[in-house]
């Protein structure tokens, strides 16, 4: 009982404090965040002058800044939207010093892990471990893709569109997907975000979710996902990449190989998968026996048919 009441206390103080930075974060013009008494390095509330002061001098990027989801999205969800200040830090100096720019935060002359800070005291509830993924670890930094004032979409505010933006990076994953087969993410009927989180996951390679267990997959590929009575194992254990590229492939269906039978026999062969069966004698490699999937047709799994013959 005492410890239930102790749990609810705990929870009622958590929520008081994130309440707190929520409105922290979205802090309007006229109040400046609050000072706090015992850190003297947090900015004193009279160095804030507020957007209006801004707009004097930059009226072009306050104009713009409307339509920015810093002021749109922010006021619909009940804030006053984010100003200037949030950002670039307390402005007083700046303004006084008739727009010196030593005394103001500088986001093209601060290092990828300072811009990162500025950006994730707002956002690291969505993405708290950020400095942790492969793109936090290569100093792959918000404002490597993101741009606040000069963006390609206003929706995520983007710098370059995908997959242009991730090619500026990733030559190498380009190819992939001018194959005579691939997933039509340059035709932009799909995004490389479909699959990866750019912010990084606990999954392999950024992905939304393993392809182990295939949720990545899955999501569009319903169909394969099962559950089937009779379950073509590597689906679940190999994943779908055993069989299939993700990105591109020289051959139909994504396939990792250009024939079915080398495919299957990858692990269809004695001595090479001690829990895939080999084939039957009779599967002599006559050309009739090639084509595997001719009979083995519902090759992710079959609710009638131990053989995936149906
Ligand atoms: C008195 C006019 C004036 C006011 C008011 C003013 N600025 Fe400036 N600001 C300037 C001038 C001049 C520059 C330097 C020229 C330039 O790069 O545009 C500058 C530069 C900047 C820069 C650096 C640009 C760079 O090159 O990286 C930032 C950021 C900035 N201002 C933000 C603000 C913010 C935020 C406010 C409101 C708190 C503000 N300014 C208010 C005049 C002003
Ligand atoms: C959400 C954070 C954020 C807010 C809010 C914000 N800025 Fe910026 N500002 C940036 C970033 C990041 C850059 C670096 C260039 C970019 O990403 O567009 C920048 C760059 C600038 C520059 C340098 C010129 C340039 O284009 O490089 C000026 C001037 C500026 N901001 C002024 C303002 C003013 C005025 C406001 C309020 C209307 C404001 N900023 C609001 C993040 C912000
Ligand atoms: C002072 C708090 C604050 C800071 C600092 C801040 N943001 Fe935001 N950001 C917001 C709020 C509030 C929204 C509005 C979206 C919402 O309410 O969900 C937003 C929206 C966004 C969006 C658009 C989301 C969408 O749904 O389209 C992106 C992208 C974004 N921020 C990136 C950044 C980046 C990059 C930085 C650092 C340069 C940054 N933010 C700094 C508070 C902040
Ligand atoms: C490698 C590129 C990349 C980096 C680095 C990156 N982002 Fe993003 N971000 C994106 C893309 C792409 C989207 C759109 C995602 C989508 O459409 O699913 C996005 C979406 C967002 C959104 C809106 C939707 C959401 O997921 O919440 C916010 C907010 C955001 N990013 C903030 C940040 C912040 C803060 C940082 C730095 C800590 C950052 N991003 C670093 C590429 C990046
Ligand atoms: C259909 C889902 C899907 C799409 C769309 C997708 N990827 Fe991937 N990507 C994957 C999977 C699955 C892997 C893991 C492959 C593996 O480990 O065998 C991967 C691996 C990667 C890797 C790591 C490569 C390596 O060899 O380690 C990078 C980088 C990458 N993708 C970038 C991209 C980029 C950039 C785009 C968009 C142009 C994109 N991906 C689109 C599913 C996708
Ligand atoms: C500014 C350069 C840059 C941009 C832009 C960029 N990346 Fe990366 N990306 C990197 C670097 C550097 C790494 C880490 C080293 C590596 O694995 O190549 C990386 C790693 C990755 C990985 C492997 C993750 C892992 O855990 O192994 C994936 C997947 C990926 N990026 C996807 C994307 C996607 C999707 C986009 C576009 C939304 C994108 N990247 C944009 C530079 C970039
Ligand atoms: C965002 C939805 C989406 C995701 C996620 C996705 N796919 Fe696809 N996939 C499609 C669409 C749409 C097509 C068919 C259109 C085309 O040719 O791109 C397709 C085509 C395919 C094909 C070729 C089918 C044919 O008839 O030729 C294969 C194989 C495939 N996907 C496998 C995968 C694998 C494996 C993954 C996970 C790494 C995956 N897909 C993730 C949407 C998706
Ligand atoms: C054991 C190898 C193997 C694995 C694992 C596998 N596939 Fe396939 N898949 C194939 C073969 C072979 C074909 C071509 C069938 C044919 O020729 O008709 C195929 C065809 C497809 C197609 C085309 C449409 C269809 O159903 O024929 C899609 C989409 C697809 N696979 C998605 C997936 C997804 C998603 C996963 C993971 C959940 C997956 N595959 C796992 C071997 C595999
Ligand atoms: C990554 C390895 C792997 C690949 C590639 C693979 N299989 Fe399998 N397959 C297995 C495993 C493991 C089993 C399960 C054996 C058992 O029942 O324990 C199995 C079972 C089967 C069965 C049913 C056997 C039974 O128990 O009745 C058939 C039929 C079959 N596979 C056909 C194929 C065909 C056709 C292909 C090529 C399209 C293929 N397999 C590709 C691993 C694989
Ligand atoms: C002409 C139709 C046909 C083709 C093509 C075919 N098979 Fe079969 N397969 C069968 C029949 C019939 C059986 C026996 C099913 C039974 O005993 O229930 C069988 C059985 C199997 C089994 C063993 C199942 C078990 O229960 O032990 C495996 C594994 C297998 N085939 C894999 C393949 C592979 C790999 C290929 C391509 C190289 C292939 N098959 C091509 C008809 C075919």
Same mark, same amino acid.
């Given at each position: 009982?005492?410890?239930?009441?102790?749990?609810?206390?705990?929870?009622?103080?958590?929520?008081?404090?994130?309440?707190?930075?929520?409105?922290?974060?979205?802090?309007?013009?006229?109040?400046?965040?609050?000072?706090?008494?015992?850190?003297?390095?947090?900015?004193?509330?009279?160095?804030?002058?507020?957007?209006?002061?801004?707009?004097?001098?930059?009226?072009?990027?306050? +104009?713009k800044?409307?339509e920015n989801p810093h002021?749109r999205l922010?006021?619909?969800?009940?804030?006053?939207?984010?100003?200037?200040?949030?950002?670039?830090?307390?402005?007083?100096?700046?303004?006084?010093?008739?727009?010196?720019?030593?005394?103001?935060?500088?986001?093209? +002359?601060?290092?990828?892990?300072?811009?990162?800070? +500025?950006?994730?005291?707002?956002?690291?509830?969505?993405?708290?471990?950020?400095?942790?993924?492969?793109h936090?670890?290569?100093?792959v930094g918000c404002a490597s893709c993101h741009s606040i004032h000069k963006f390609a979409s206003e929706e995520s505010l983007l710098k370059v569109s995908q997959p242009k933006l991730c090619y500026t990076c990733h030559t190498?994953i380009k190819?992939a997907f001018a194959?005579?087969?691939h997933h039509k993410v340059d035709e932009g009927l799909m995004n490389c975000s479909d699959c990866h989180d750019p912010h990084?996951?606990?999954?392999?390679?950024g992905?939304?979710?393993?392809?182990?267990?295939?949720?990545?997959?899955?999501?569009?590929?319903?169909?394969?996902?099962?559950?089937?009575?009779?379950?073509?194992?590597?689906?679940?254990?190999?994943?779908?990449?055993?069989?299939?590229?993700?990105h591109g492939?020289?051959?139909?269906?994504?396939?990792?190989?250009?024939?079915?039978?080398?495919?299957?026999?990858?692990?269809?062969?004695?001595?090479?998968?001690?829990?895939?069966?080999?084939?039957?004698?009779?599967?002599?490699?006559?050309?009739?026996?090639?084509?595997?999937?001719?009979?083995?047709?519902?090759?992710?799994?079959?609710?009638?048919?131990?053989?995936?013959?149906?």
């Amino acid at each position: 009982m005492r410890r239930m009441l102790f749990c609810v206390v705990l929870l009622v103080c958590l929520f008081c404090f994130w309440r707190a930075v929520q409105v922290g974060a979205t802090g309007t013009d006229q109040q400046a965040p609050p000072a706090h008494p015992k850190k003297s390095s947090t900015p004193n509330p009279a160095d804030f002058v507020g957007s209006e002061t801004c707009e004097t001098c930059h009226e072009d990027i306050n +104009k713009k800044f409307a339509e920015n989801p810093h002021s749109r999205l922010a006021m619909l969800h009940g804030g006053k939207g984010v100003t200037c200040e949030a950002c670039h830090g307390p402005g007083r100096e700046h303004v006084e010093g008739g727009g010196d720019v030593e005394k103001i935060f500088r986001f093209s +002359k601060a290092t990828p892990k300072e811009v990162d800070k +500025k950006c994730l005291e707002c956002h690291a509830s969505a993405h708290p471990n950020f400095e942790r993924t492969a793109h936090g670890e290569a100093g792959v930094g918000c404002a490597s893709c993101h741009s606040i004032h000069k963006f390609a979409s206003e929706e995520s505010l983007l710098k370059v569109s995908q997959p242009k933006l991730c090619y500026t990076c990733h030559t190498d994953i380009k190819p992939a997907f001018a194959q005579p087969f691939h997933h039509k993410v340059d035709e932009g009927l799909m995004n490389c975000s479909d699959c990866h989180d750019p912010h990084g996951t606990f999954k392999q390679k950024g992905l939304h979710s393993s392809v182990a267990g295939d949720v990545v997959c899955v999501k569009c590929h319903t169909e394969t996902a099962g559950p089937f009575v009779y379950e073509h194992p590597p689906i679940r254990t190999e994943g779908c990449t055993s069989c299939h590229f993700p990105h591109g492939s020289p051959n139909p269906r994504l396939l990792t190989r250009n024939n079915v039978n080398s495919l299957c026999l990858q692990c269809h062969t004695a001595s090479m998968n001690f829990t895939a069966p080999g084939v039957p004698s009779f599967h002599n490699q006559a050309n009739q026996y090639q084509a595997c999937t001719v009979c083995h047709v519902q090759i992710h799994g079959s609710n009638a048919d131990s053989s995936y013959f149906k």
